[in-house]
């Protein structure tokens, strides 16, 4: 039971969230100085950090999101992303808790119950990580214009398609894809499946992005691949529900992520303006040049922080999913934007010694760009606000 604040003041964290908070940003700070480690780790060995990841587990971090009926610790999306967040304060981005919590999340929206007995309690305990295949080279996430096909044929489904891009594929057990349900010669809706990305018929690519957020990426084709019928998430035709809880959660969690992100940059900086003296005797952060932005960014990420927060305690509270949609949009599209801004003042801060590949601002820099981008668009996300949040029309 969420446990209503100890002091007076309205916006603060329940105290339950106030402990977690706490115990993950103790933890992270111990992992902070082997954050290059962590980050090589998984991609050099396709695992996240043994150490890293057993530690977060056994806090039950992993477990969180999910109902107490399967492992879990009765469904806290803002607990998660407290704790995502708390990690990202210290450079340490973990993108693909996001993804198996996402998912794990849709599972338990929609079921069926062979889905949620298989891969719940696995998720909850940490034993397995789950990937997400929904973007294609042709229509990017734009998901409506989908090519790949997902037929029912008898005791079992066939895929056909190829996506990309499709992060993890080293590490994950199974991939949940998202293609159109095809009966005969016509389209029926929409299927999501999980499919085991090493089945036979599957082909897997790496596509060579320089691990953005610390994962490999690939590119996964189907060539009439079959799939047991157990393996479908919701209902045939129905893979919508499917996606949109999907799509909160990912949303929440990433601008989670950013606003970390956005707060390691901002501290790092501005230590760095304290005691960084180019001309004169006075240190950069004197000059209002440098002052100003990170004073602007100070101020952007509390208003940021506070949305993320209130978006993922709404969605808790079983705010209707149209709410959800438009409040987790919003958060991710400013959230991302942040998080960049952030690092580019950083690096203009720091000099000739942000482009020194040791310090790791490259990674800070890309990866904070790569979140405008993905896992949605920001312009994605303004066509939604413009079009669900203040009704314009859209293009047809």
């Not at 695992?47 to 992993?62: A, V």
């Not at 996430?141 to 594929?169: A, M, P």
């Not at 482009?355 to 066509?383: C, K, M, Q, T």
Request: proline letters at 4%.
């Amino acid at each position: 039971m969420i446990t209503a604040p100890t002091t007076a003041h309205p916006f603060d964290l329940f105290a339950e969230h106030s402990a977690i908070q706490h115990e993950a940003r103790r933890v992270a700070a111990e992992f902070a100085p082997r954050a290059a480690e962590i980050r090589r780790h998984l991609i050099d060995h396709g695992e996240l950090h043994p150490q890293l990841w057993k530690d977060f587990c056994q806090h039950g971090w992993s477990a969180l999101m999910l109902p107490v009926s399967d492992g879990g610790h009765g469904g806290s999306l803002l607990g998660t992303a407290l704790v995502l967040e708390a990690f990202a304060e210290q450079g340490i981005v973990l993108w693909m808790p996001v993804l198996s919590c996402a998912i794990a999340y849709a599972i338990d929206r929609v079921g069926p119950d062979a889905a949620r007995q298989a891969w719940l309690p696995r998720v909850a305990a940490g034993a397995s990580h789950l990937g997400m295949a929904a973007t294609e080279p042709g229509s990017g996430h734009n998901l409506f214009r989908t090519q790949t096909e997902i037929r029912c044929e008898g005791d079992h489904f066939v895929v056909n398609g190829l996506k990309r891009i499709t992060s993890g594929l080293d590490l994950v057990d199974r991939v949940l894809v998202f293609g159109r349900a095809v009966e005969g010669d016509r389209a029926t809706g929409y299927t999501t499946l999980l499919v085991d990305p090493r089945s036979p018929g599957t082909k897997i690519t790496e596509i060579p992005m320089r691990y953005r957020d610390g994962v490999r990426q690939f590119q996964l084709e189907f060539d009439h691949v079959a799939v047991q019928a157990d393996a479908l998430v919701g209902a045939v035709g129905a893979g919508l529900s499917a996606l949109w809880p999907f799509t909160h959660v990912e949303r929440v969690l990433t601008a989670a992520i950013c606003t970390g992100s956005a707060e390691y940059s901002l501290a790092r900086a501005t230590a760095r303006a304290k005691d960084r003296i180019v001309d004169g005797s006075a240190p950069i952060g004197a000059d209002q040049a440098i002052a100003h932005p990170l004073a602007q960014l100070h101020a952007r990420l509390a208003a940021v922080r506070l949305l993320v927060h209130r978006t993922a305690a709404r969605i808790d509270a079983g705010v209707d999913d149209r709410i959800a949609a438009t409040d987790a949009n919003a958060a991710k599209l400013l959230a991302a934007d942040l998080a960049f801004d952030s690092a580019d003042h950083a690096v203009q801060v720091f000099g000739a010694e942000a482009w020194d590949e040791r310090e790791g601002w490259l990674d800070i820099y890309l990866d904070a760009r790569l979140s405008r981008s993905g896992p949605v668009s920001n312009e994605f996300a303004l066509n939604y606000l413009a079009k669900h949040a203040l009704g314009l029309p859209a293009h047809r």
